[in-house]
């Protein structure tokens, strides 16, 4: 099953997310990699990468980032990695996109479907 990564620079908020997705769909491997390795607003590379390698179980992880240092950290954190790894950084938005991405991959999805779903969410219309 495809695992997911929620960075975002407040730790609040992936804690949160990360609760709401885990409600969501129990059986998907979503982990929190939200603020610095001291728990204060930012991002971490390192904690990227371990949130990363945790997640992993084989069918590839996608990474939900919100904005700015976030990517370049969940960049980083890529290229850290020493084993082969499926990994993508989806340009979607952070809450939707990783509502949907925890759905598709929760119902089996290949990593690519489960990127696509993420990245689809912009498209979303909240009010009609």
């Not at 975002?8 to 929190?32: F, N, R």
């Not at 950084?89 to 290949?110: C, H, Q, R």
């Amino acid at each position: 099953m495809v695992g997911l990564v929620i960075v975002s620079h407040s730790p609040y908020i992936s804690k949160g997310l990360v609760q709401m997705l885990e409600e969501a769909q129990p059986e998907v491997t979503v982990m929190d990699a939200g603020g610095t390795d001291d728990g204060d607003m930012g991002t971490s590379a390192m904690r990227i990468q371990t949130a990363i390698e945790k997640a992993e179980a084989g069918e590839g992880v996608v990474v939900l980032v919100d904005f700015g240092s976030s990517v370049m950290n969940a960049e980083m954190a890529i290229e850290m990695i020493e084993t082969e790894s499926d990994i993508m950084i989806a340009d979607a938005p952070l809450i939707e996109g990783a509502y949907s991405a925890v759905m598709e991959a929760g119902f089996g999805k290949s990593l690519e479907e489960v990127v696509n779903a993420a990245t689809s969410a912009k498209d979303t219309k909240k009010v009609q």
